[in-house]
């Protein structure tokens, strides 16, 4: 399978017109066919069941300053690198679970870093553009 794909690859690269777009259109095919063989001899893990708790835990930060005037944060706050990093990483999920979802702290930490990284970024658009593409995946 993998041998038919590479070859429609090549044959694409001087393809034009109609010719490219039913080759197009056979490797999308031949890419579908192949994750279905591999999925007959490899079985992906599927979840049965997600359950959702209703008794979210509670996000609480401490911030304390120091006698020399340096910051020390106890718990989850924007204040950690640690806890930007895993917020930037999982950015997207952490939004949508928490979309309109007022009760839940989740919200407000996601709307709390949207308002610090715009209010941080707002004079350097190429930080900008690479925080947006690590929210993308990139």
Not at 25 to 32: A, F, G, V
Not at 55 to 62: A, F, V
Request: proline share 3%; net charge neutral; glycine share 4%.
């Amino acid at each position: 399978m993998r041998e038919a794909i590479a070859i429609w690859e090549q044959k694409l690269k001087t393809a034009h017109g109609r010719d490219a777009y039913i080759i197009k259109s056979t490797l999308i095919e031949l890419r579908k066919d192949q994750y279905v063989i591999k999925n007959a001899y490899r079985k992906p893990i599927t979840l049965m069941k997600i359950t959702h708790s209703r008794n979210t835990p509670k996000i609480d930060g401490e911030i304390i300053v120091n006698e020399d005037g340096t910051l020390t944060s106890k718990g989850i706050t924007l204040i950690n690198p640690a806890v930007c990093e895993a917020i930037l990483c999982n950015y997207s999920r952490l939004k949508q679970d928490s979309y309109e979802n007022f009760v839940d702290d989740t919200w407000y930490m996601i709307y709390d870093f949207e308002k610090t990284c715009d209010k941080a970024l707002k004079d350097y658009p190429l930080y900008q553009r690479l925080v947006e593409y690590k929210i993308d995946g990139m």
